[in-house]
């Protein structure tokens, strides 16, 4: 649960946060334990579902849309001088710029999108319990995923179109 | 097209993955906070406090809580509580004057009350010698017995001056429903003298019994008393009065869980049949009014800590503004110590969390969830003391 926390929790002191975050999603769960699910994917989707909703009070506080974006790993320093990125330590640099690529394409779908697909590719749900998290069909979130998807690879087409300016322009301001 | 697609996108879950900004796996702070929260957590109820049913949803639980003050000799607060129960009307045949109970009756009772303390010191852990009770319970004596309705109250003070209350369905006093107490310890002061028209009372105390929450205060009165009326949650109740000892009971609306009880007004009827209404409370010193709260404000804040089943509990309590639904409570600094969630109800919130080495009085913070979501983070306490 804190991973899922982690990747939706963003700013300064997002570390504590996310713990703290947990924290409470944990005590609401455990208040309303006897609706624990007994099926353990089930309960992680239960439990991933409190946890959006400590989140989203969370932002809310913050004075944030009540849409939970995903954050992916800094992906800018690989192309820097300096120490190397752990990412970057037993990637070619293809590999490397695809990260890049991948990492600009992720932070231009909207917060909506990266949820979906977080739920899929980060947390491993099925179509059924992602939707469940969300407080909406599986035929809604399956829906909503392909729709992600496709959006996700309109961004990293266009990325790849301006992909060697993008890269020199990096390297330059590092 | 489709199959391309679905390559491209199992490659780009993989990419993802690997660009996750969550941790990989936690570290040992990571862990040890983990599992510092975990049995904070746990520690508390799992919120059941609906009544189910009609039978206890567990054991008679001991909890002590002791104002911090106790460190300068306070006594305990001693809650051993049936749980909550529900279905029946609470407490119907409850009356505001009190009948007395026979002799073979209070007998009984005595004993099942005086076993029900054996049990619970039994029950009570590995205590500090400077918090550990020195109730005997040999030592303890009726004072005031009294019966309303259906239901038998036993107040009884013990050698060192801990008082303990037990509870009995009239129909059954061999068996006790609810028990309370406040349990003195090595430091307790000796108990002042009163002057006529005075008591001395801690503030109302809360149980659950066989009905429902009820609430009882227990105290001494100034010489020349004939009796003693208590009032509070709009009701007018005629205390027992015995030998510069007065009790009652009644059937509360405040919720039980929250550890304070109901405010209370004393008035004592002197042998001359002079009122003195408002009598002076030796236990609760002018001055110590309830701040005036705003309504996304928390204040009045009591910290205590005692032993509860599963070892050393630090805890911190307060009353919260009509908007306040949540209160999270921080303990030592925001990053690296414990986060506790409160439970708040009936304007009040509470929380206890286990006590680690010998902290006594951690930092505490607290964020605020307001009734549209919004949380106000560390905010300053209103009133109280040992914030």
């Given at each position: 649960?804190?991973?899922?926390?982690?990747?939706?929790?963003d700013?300064?002191?997002?570390?504590?946060?996310?713990?703290?975050?947990?924290?409470?999603?944990?005590?609401?769960?455990?208040?309303?334990?006897?609706?624990?699910?007994?099926?353990?994917?089930?309960?992680?989707?239960?439990?991933?579902?409190?946890?959006?909703?400590?989140?989203?009070?969370?932002?809310?506080?913050?004075?944030?849309?009540?849409?939970?974006?995903?954050?992916?790993?800094?992906?800018?320093?690989?192309?820097?001088s300096?120490?190397?990125?752990?990412?970057?330590?037993?990637?070619?640099?293809?590999?490397?710029?695809?990260?890049?690529?991948?990492?600009?394409?992720?932070?231009?779908?909207?917060?909506?999108?990266?949820?979906?697909?977080?739920?899929?590719?980060?947390?491993g749900?099925?179509?059924?319990?992602?939707?469940?998290?969300?407080?909406?069909?599986?035929?809604?979130?399956?829906?909503?995923?392909?729709?992600?998807?496709?959006?996700?690879?309109?961004?990293?087409e266009g990325?790849?179109s301006h992909?060697?300016?993008?890269?020199?322009?990096?390297?330059?301001?590092? | 097209?489709?199959?391309?697609?679905?390559?491209?996108?199992?490659?780009?879950?993989?990419?993802?993955r690997?660009?996750?900004?969550?941790?990989?796996?936690?570290?040992?702070?990571?862990?040890a906070?983990?599992?510092?929260?975990?049995?904070?957590?746990?520690?508390?109820?799992?919120?059941?406090?609906?009544?189910?049913g009609?039978?206890?949803?567990?054991r008679?639980?001991l909890?002590?809580?002791?104002?911090?003050?106790?460190?300068?000799?306070?006594?305990?607060?001693?809650?051993?509580?049936?749980?909550?129960?529900?279905?029946?009307?609470?407490?119907?045949?409850?009356?505001?004057?009190?009948?007395?109970?026979?002799?073979?009756?209070?007998?009984?009772?005595?004993r099942?009350?005086?076993?029900?303390?054996?049990?619970?010191?039994?029950?009570?852990?590995?205590?500090p010698?400077?918090?550990?009770?020195?109730?005997?319970?040999?030592?303890?004596?009726?004072?005031?017995?009294e019966?309303?309705?259906?239901?038998?109250?036993?107040?009884?003070v013990?050698?060192?001056?801990?008082?303990?209350?037990?509870?009995?369905?009239?129909?059954?006093?061999?068996?006790?429903?609810?028990?309370?107490?406040?349990?003195a310890?090595?430091?307790?002061?000796?108990?002042?003298?009163?002057?006529?028209?005075?008591?001395?009372?801690?503030?109302?105390?809360?149980?659950?019994?066989?009905?429902?929450?009820?609430?009882?205060?227990?105290?001494?009165?100034?010489p020349?008393?004939?009796g003693?009326?208590?009032?509070?949650?709009?009701?007018?109740?005629?205390?027992?009065?015995?030998?510069?000892?007065?009790?009652?009971?009644?059937?509360?609306?405040?919720?039980?869980?929250?550890?304070?009880?109901?405010?209370?007004?004393?008035?004592?009827?002197?042998?001359?049949?002079?009122?003195?209404?408002?009598?002076?409370?030796?236990?609760?010193?002018?001055?110590?009014?309830?701040?005036t709260?705003?309504?996304?404000?928390?204040?009045?804040?009591?910290?205590?800590?005692?032993?509860?089943?599963?070892?050393?509990?630090?805890?911190?309590?307060?009353?919260v503004?009509?908007?306040?639904?949540?209160?999270?409570?921080?303990?030592?600094?925001?990053?690296?110590?414990?986060?506790?969630?409160?439970?708040?109800?009936a304007?009040?919130?509470?929380?206890?969390?286990?006590?680690?080495?010998?902290?006594?009085?951690?930092?505490l913070?607290?964020d605020?969830?307001?009734?549209?979501?919004?949380?106000?983070?560390?905010?300053?306490?209103?009133?109280?003391?040992?914030?």
């Open positions: 649960m804190l991973r899922y926390v982690q990747r939706r929790l700013g300064p002191g997002g570390r504590e946060g996310a713990e703290d975050v947990v924290a409470e999603a944990m005590t609401v769960a455990w208040r309303r334990v006897d609706d624990l699910p007994v099926d353990p994917d089930d309960a992680r989707a239960w439990l991933f579902g409190i946890a959006r909703t400590c989140l989203l009070n969370h932002r809310r506080a913050a004075g944030r849309r009540a849409a939970l974006g995903v954050r992916l790993t800094e992906v800018e320093q690989v192309s820097g300096g120490a190397p990125h752990p990412l970057a330590r037993d990637s070619s640099a293809d590999l490397v710029a695809a990260r890049v690529d991948l990492a600009r394409a992720w932070s231009a779908l909207t917060e909506g999108e990266q949820d979906v697909l977080a739920l899929a590719v980060f947390e749900l099925d179509s059924t319990r992602a939707g469940r998290v969300l407080g909406i069909t599986a035929v809604a979130y399956r829906l909503r995923l392909s729709r992600a998807r496709a959006q996700l690879r309109r961004r990293l990325a790849a992909a060697n300016a993008t890269r020199y322009e990096e390297i330059s301001t590092c | 097209m489709l199959t391309s697609n679905r390559r491209r996108d199992a490659r780009l879950n993989e990419l993802l690997s660009l996750d900004a969550a941790d990989g796996s936690l570290t040992d702070e990571q862990l906070r983990k599992d510092t929260a975990l049995t904070a957590i746990l520690a508390t109820s799992p919120a059941p406090l609906a009544p189910r009609g039978t206890p949803l567990r008679p639980v909890r002590w809580a002791v104002p911090v003050a106790a460190a300068a000799g306070l006594a305990f607060a001693l809650t051993m509580t049936g749980g909550p129960q529900g279905g029946a009307p609470a407490y119907a045949s409850w009356t505001p004057q009190p009948r007395p109970v026979d002799g073979d009756t209070l007998a009984v009772a005595e099942a009350c005086r076993d029900g303390m054996r049990d619970s010191l039994d029950r009570g852990g590995d205590v010698p400077e918090l550990r009770p020195t109730l005997d319970p040999a030592s303890a004596r009726t004072v005031v017995a019966q309303r309705g259906n239901f038998l109250f036993l107040a009884m013990a050698a060192d001056s801990s008082t303990v209350q037990c509870f009995f369905d009239a129909a059954d006093p061999a068996t006790v429903r609810g028990s309370t107490g406040a349990l310890t090595a430091g307790s002061p000796t108990p002042g003298r009163l002057a006529p028209g005075q008591v001395d009372a801690g503030g109302a105390g809360m149980s659950g019994g066989p009905e429902g929450t009820y609430a009882y205060t227990q105290g001494r009165v100034g020349g008393a004939t003693v009326t208590i009032r509070t949650e709009g009701r007018t109740i005629a205390a027992t009065v015995s030998d510069g000892h007065f009790a009652a009971w009644w059937p509360s609306t405040v919720d039980a869980g929250m550890g304070r009880g109901p405010a209370l007004a004393f008035d004592v009827i002197l042998a001359d049949g002079t009122v003195v209404r408002d009598a002076r409370n030796l236990s609760q010193p002018p001055g110590s009014q309830p701040a709260l705003g309504p996304r404000q928390i204040g009045d804040i009591a910290r205590g800590g005692g032993v509860g089943e599963d070892g050393e509990v630090l805890t911190v309590e307060g009353r503004g009509s908007q306040v639904t949540g209160v999270t409570v921080h303990v030592g600094s925001r990053s690296g110590g414990r986060t506790v969630s409160a439970t708040v109800r304007g009040a919130f509470s929380a206890e969390w286990p006590r680690r080495g010998s902290e006594d009085l951690p930092p913070t607290y605020v969830t307001l009734a549209d979501g919004t949380v106000l983070r560390n905010q300053q306490p209103v009133g109280g003391a040992n914030r």
